[in-house]
């Protein structure tokens, strides 16, 4: 009998290349850094043709957690999971990360359900987890329209990529620069 991914003509391997190739794009368009981070807002149910919150895929969430972090291994950009808005968006990250950048850690374990699979499954994979309220990220990937504008410095860019989709899902790509101030007699570059 065919799972629900393969009637859905989901193909995780095809998932998770993609999230890496989106990946690596953004690591070179957004002139990343070690020490920085990218946000991550995804909706494993708009991965498979759902509403976003209806139908979550832990499986969908491995894929796609497995592309971004082949992609970051050995470059020192860090990964956040924006969890649900049932989790008022907070965040799942490493350890490390809130303590680089002075984050204050909250007490709360997403779940599928509350939280979202891919927040969830960060959980169950990344060395040493915590969960924060919020972050200014460098640079993020939003898959199925999660909204991870509030997860990001000002000014932030989108970044256009020949990808515009994981599965089902609506993707964006965005990174963030420096503000221009001044006037007339500013020089930028």
């Not at 065919?2 to 190739?21: G, P, V, Y």
């Not at 796609?64 to 808005?85: F, H, M, P, Y």
């Not at 939003?142 to 991870?148: A, E, L, N, S, Y």
């Amino acid at each position: 009998m065919a799972s629900d991914l393969e009637r859905n003509s989901i193909c995780l391997e095809t998932i998770k290349n993609q999230c890496s190739e989106v990946t690596r794009a953004l690591l070179e368009r957004g002139n990343l850094k070690p020490g920085q981070v990218i946000v991550l807002g995804c909706s494993t149910s708009e991965v498979r043709g759902k509403s976003i919150g209806s139908s979550g895929s832990n499986q969908i969430a491995q894929a796609i957690l497995d592309g971004i972090r082949e992609a970051l291994d050995g470059t020192g950009v860090s990964l956040a999971v924006q969890c649900c808005e049932h989790l008022n968006r907070c965040l799942v990250l490493e350890r490390h990360v809130a303590e680089r950048y002075n984050l204050t850690e909250v007490t709360v374990r997403p779940v599928p359900n509350a939280g979202g699979a891919a927040a969830a499954t960060a959980m169950d994979v990344f060395d040493d987890p915590v969960v924060v309220e919020s972050i200014q990220a460098h640079a993020g990937i939003d898959i199925g329209d999660t909204f991870i504008g509030m997860h990001l410095k000002p000014v932030v860019v989108p970044v256009r990529l020949p990808i515009d989709r994981i599965g089902h899902a609506h993707l964006t790509v965005a990174r963030s620069r420096p503000k221009l101030i001044g006037g007339r007699r500013a020089v930028y570059e």
